[in-house]
T-cell receptor, first 113, second 109 residues
Framework: SQTIHQWPATLVQPVGSPLSLECTVE??????LYWYRQAAGRGLQLLFY??????ISSEVPQNLSASRPQDRQFILSSKKLLLSDSGFYLC????????????FGEGSRLTVL | DQQVKQNSPSLSVQEGRISILNCDYT??????FLWYKKYPAEGPTFLIS?????DKNEDGRFTVFLNKSAKHLSLHIVPSQPGDSAVYFC????????FGTGTRLLVSP
């Protein structure tokens, strides 16, 4: 069966510090991978989307970047965090070519102070 | 530009009654619609979906209705149970999903 894990689950970072959130998927090959963010009082906003190694689509301009160094690994990064980067970050995967269903990780709560 | 809207931030229902959660969308190109359930500090879990070629899909206590002319979908939960208390997100798209802002459902005993 397929599983998805992301870490760390919680982190508190000062403004201006770097960020690295990691996500891995097991039990499937060549998944589509996603990073979403849920900000306070808002819905889930798609940040990045990847259909393969090294292929990243950025959905919104922002202070963050994503990388996919391996087929089932997706990393969300920032060189210098802003207060507005605080939120709940969710990694997800889907079957390429299949309609709709995303499978989400447990989420990472980021607080920037 | 909010393409998927859930205008009710919260809904309170008594156990055993029907819960109706609503969602509106603006993009007529959306061809697949889903509902997700989310507990605090957890990732959303898939609940039920519907293709744009259908107007109803049922799975146990959960039924999703799609009205394409009105660009509206709804989730019915019958009967509602306290364990259904969570935030419900509707989503639309094909591979890249656009999510609504969520409706917090509280089912009281």
């Amino acid at each position: 069966s397929q599983t998805i894990h992301q870490w760390p689950a919680t982190l508190v970072q000062p403004v201006g510090s770097p960020l690295s959130l990691e996500c891995t998927v097991e039990g499937t090959s060549n998944p589509n991978l996603y990073w979403y963010r849920q900000a306070a009082g808002r819905g889930l906003q798609l940040l990045f989307y990847s259909v393969g190694i090294g292929q990243i689509s950025s959905e919104v301009p922002q202070n963050l970047s994503a990388s996919r160094p391996q087929d089932r690994q997706f990393i969300l990064s920032s060189k210098k965090l802003l207060l507005s980067d605080s939120g709940f970050y969710l990694c997800a995967w889907s079957v390429p070519g299949a309609a709709g269903e995303l499978f989400f990780g447990e989420g990472s709560r980021l607080t920037v102070l | 530009d909010q393409q998927v809207k859930q205008n009710s931030p919260s809904l309170s229902v008594q156990e055993g009654r029907i819960s109706i959660l609503n969602c509106d969308y603006t993009n007529s190109m959306f061809d697949y619609f889903l509902w997700y359930k989310k507990y605090p500090a957890e990732g959303p879990t898939f609940l039920i979906s519907i293709s744009s070629i259908k107007d109803k899909n049922e799975d146990g206590r959960f039924t999703v209705f799609l009205n394409k002319s009105a660009k509206h979908l709804s989730l019915h939960i019958v009967p509602s149970q306290p364990g259904d208390s969570a935030v419900y997100f509707c989503a639309a798209g094909f591979q890249k999903l656009v999510f609504g802002t969520g409706t917090r459902l509280l089912v009281s005993p």
